[in-house]
Nanobody, 121 residues
Framework: QVQLVESGGGVVQAGGSLSLSCTYS??????MAWYRQAPGKKRLYIAA???????NYADSVEGRFTISWDSAKNILYLRMNDLKPEDTAVYYCNAGLNFRGPGEYYGMDYWGEGTLVTVSA
């Protein structure tokens, strides 16, 4: 079983920055990812990282967000720069079994409660 706890959300003005963290526990975790769910929308993938530190980003956040992973400390990070109102969402981390590249992240069906990011115009 995997347990995930996201933190670091808050309210920020457009153009600002925010850093999220995810502490987790569990076994067989070979990759991790961030997702987000805007009000009234589906939860969407935004970034993934593998045990080889290979990363991938959704087009909507490419160049603005950075995913990083300290597997020794069991912490996943998401640095978000140049935030836009459309980045407003609940952000979730996910633990995966494998990540082979774009479109090939294999996540497990465990989710935390998420952390809310609100970007004001």
């Amino acid at each position: 079983q995997v347990q995930l706890v996201e933190s670091g959300g808050g309210v920020v003005q457009a153009g600002g920055s925010l850093s999220l963290s995810c502490t987790y526990s569990g076994a067989n975790i070979k990759a991790m990812a961030w997702y987000r769910q805007a009000p009234g929308k589906k939860r969407l993938y935004i970034a993934a990282i593998g045990s080889d530190e290979r990363t991938n980003y959704a087009d909507s956040v490419e160049g603005r967000f950075t995913i990083s992973w300290d597997s020794a400390k069991n912490i996943l990070y998401l640095r978000m720069n140049d935030l836009k109102p459309e980045d407003t969402a609940v952000y979730y981390c996910n633990a995966g079994l494998n990540f082979r590249g774009p479109g090939e992240y294999y996540g497990m069906d465990y989710w935390g409660e998420g952390t809310l990011v609100t970007v004001s115009a």
